[in-house]
């Protein structure tokens, strides 16, 4: 059973930084992408940064610049660098990662990042 951990979040002043790491367990895939998207209140989920199997990093056009993702130092994680906050960035952020052969997707249970003074 695929289990994916995130960690990190929380409350942040405007302009400041947070990590968020996300691990998974309890599979091994042939190649797989791992990300991020998030969810504001009354808005529908969006995507913020992806990691593809190839090691290609995709971050949404909006967060570049500030956000940025890359691999963890844990085997089978990836981690989401946020800096220069805003309170528009506040929202529950959830790690996803795909099968890159079934494209199965599995989602972390999600993470609240809340930017505010």
Known sequence: QVQLVQSGGGLVQPGGSLTLSCGFSGATFTSYAMGWY?????????????????????????????????????????????NNLEPGDTAVYYCKLQDGRTWAEYWGNGTLVTVSS
């Open 38 to 82: 998030r969810q504001a209140p009354g808005k529908e989920r969006e995507l913020v940064a992806m990691l593809t199997p190839g090691e290609l990093t995709k971050v949404r056009d909006s967060l570049k610049g500030r956000f940025s993702i890359s691999r963890g130092d844990a085997e089978n994680s990836i981690v989401l660098q946020m």
